[in-house]
């Protein structure tokens, strides 16, 4: 059974990227990103990793693509563009590279020598019980001071979006810092 | 279903990979500049799995602790670079990769 929806989950994960990259429109490359961020988060039940699962269809497979869509619609470029490619080289060259980091990684992946030690940080909870409060305590306390400079990145992002999407005077492109000239 | 070998966090390694691969290899031919957004989140997404999957087979919490920052980093990330996206159209009308040349050499 675990085989069976690992397959399942892997063919929608692996068909949703495809369909990302090879999409013409934008909205359809949205849509299939959903896809495979949801498959993504079964996958991330499978491994016992409950709370980061629901955290990824809150977060992701909702706020960001909400947020990807919206701006779609927003800039209105959700018309078909052609996916020929000006220059020569460039797109074998990726594919030959891309093929090549793939190989590198599944080599890395399947020899156990890079799994290195086991645990330090404290065990998974058990998957009935759920490791909610694992999770919490690890998060709260050894990655406390992490969590701490996610706060201050957040508060940049959120005031360098709003400087960068304010509607300013025309010349002043480089949206450096909240200045209050408005 | 007994005869299915059991899944082991080398398939889920290799999956991530294929995921990673793809993203990088869309990063590198697509011009649009909101597909190549949505191809880092496939890259990020990527390391995330290879992250639980680390963090399942190592019994190991901090695994997934690191995604909750990945996560963190992805949002506000989405955040400024799709508001760099809307400057960008406010002024060009357009936001193919191949225009934006203006730092070029």
């Known amino acids: 059974m675990e085989a069976l929806i690992f397959y399942a989950c892997a ?12 999409a013409r429109n934008p909205v359809h490359s949205a849509l299939f990103l959903l896809l495979t961020l949801v498959s993504v988060a079964v996958l991330f039940l499978q491994l016992d990793a409950a709370l980061v699962a629901a955290i990824q269809v809150v977060v992701y497979a909702s706020a960001i693509v909400v947020l990807f869509v919206f701006v779609i619609t927003l800039l209105g470029v959700d018309k078909s563009e052609s996916l020929e490619e000006p220059s020569l080289f460039q797109r074998p060259a990726a594919i030959a590279l891309g093929a090549l980091l793939f190989l590198q990684i599944v080599f890395l992946a399947g020899h156990h020598w890079v799994t290195g030690s086991h645990s330090a940080r404290g065990a998974l909870g058990t998957a009935r019980s759920g490791n909610v409060q694992t999770l919490a305590k690890s998060l709260f306390t050894d990655f406390v001071w992490a969590f701490e400079i996610t706060a201050v990145l957040l508060v940049i992002a959120v005031v360098g979006g709003v400087a960068l999407a304010r509607r300013s005077g025309q010349r002043s492109g480089s949206g450096a810092g ?5 | 279903m007994t005869a299915v070998a059991s899944v082991t966090p080398t398939y889920y390694l290799t999956l991530a990979a294929a995921l990673f691969t793809i993203g990088g290899v869309g990063l590198l031919v697509r011009r649009n500049t909101l597909v190549m957004f949505m191809c880092i989140e496939l890259m990020l997404n990527a390391a995330n799995l290879t992250f639980v999957t680390f963090a399942k087979a190592l019994n190991d919490i901090s695994g997934q602790v690191i995604v909750f920052f990945t996560l963190v980093v992805a949002a506000a990330e989405v955040a400024v670079g799709l508001a760099i996206i809307v400057a960008i159209f406010r002024r060009r009308q357009d936001v193919t990769a191949d225009d934006l040349n203006a730092l070029e050499g």
């Open chain 1, 178 to 182: 909240p200045g209050s000239e408005s």
């Open chain 1, 11 to 22: 063919v929608a994960v692996i068909a949703g990227a495809l369909g990302v990259v090879l």
